[in-house]
């Protein structure tokens, strides 16, 4: 497996419980896991960012000095980040950035000096693992009560959360399409990279 330099996140959904069009950064509550999940990957050498779709400026539901301080407070409570992408526009403005289309995975990727192949995008909806694919990164998704099923059963990766995810990314690109560690948290740290492999098995199983 090729090592993989840079993990690019979804935010709403992924890193943080998603609360639509938010712009209160007192709202900002991570998921199980986020954290360690980054710790571990940066641990690893691995570099870490975000790329984030924010409608809500386009809509006039919140600013984009709001996004910013909910950024900045994701930034304190999981990361730091090496790296953040946003667009601000709507479905129907065309943007070139604005996940499924690749623009904001290239522009993350170009910024952490590696190329696309070499990074893994991990997100909760189809169009971070299109986004991915169209850029040519790898994808990974985490579905949670929102995923639509399809996108579960066509996504080339399924972690059940992004803890999981983050442990099958330190030995490199994963195979399989559902990832598996039990392992505690502890012990992911600990452990040489070899020592307990993540399991890849094969199944078959919104825009904001």
């Known amino acids: 497996m090729s090592r993989v330099e840079a993990v690019l996140f979804d935010r709403d959904g992924t890193l943080v419980h998603d609360v639509p069009y938010n712009g209160d950064p007192a709202r ?6 986020a954290r360690e999940a980054v710790a571990l990957l940066r641990a690893h050498g691995i570099r870490v960012g975000v790329v984030t779709n924010q409608s809500g400026i386009a809509r006039g539901l919140v600013t984009d000095a709001d996004v910013r301080r909910v950024n900045r407070r994701v930034d304190e409570l999981i990361g730091p980040f090496d790296v953040w992408a946003v667009c601000p526009h709507g479905p129907d403005d065309g943007c070139p950035c604005r996940k499924p289309r690749p623009g904001m995975v290239q522009w993350a990727a170009g910024r952490l000096g590696t190329a696309p192949a070499d990074c893994v995008v ?9 986004a991915a694919a169209r850029a040519g990164a790898h994808g990974i998704l985490v579905p949670n009560a929102r995923t639509r099923p399809e996108e579960t059963a066509a996504a080339p990766h399924v972690a059940p959360d992004v803890l999981t995810a983050a442990r099958a990314l330190v030995t490199g ?36």
């Open 28 to 33: 900002v509550r991570p998921v199980d896991g």
């Open 122 to 130: 991990v997100g909760d909806i189809g169009a971070d693992v299109e």
């Open 173 to 208: 690109v994963p195979k399989g399409g559902v990832l598996v560690d039990e392992r505690p948290v502890r012990a992911a740290f600990a452990e040489g990279a070899g020592a307990h492999p993540v399991v890849g098995v094969d199944t078959r199983g919104r825009p904001r």
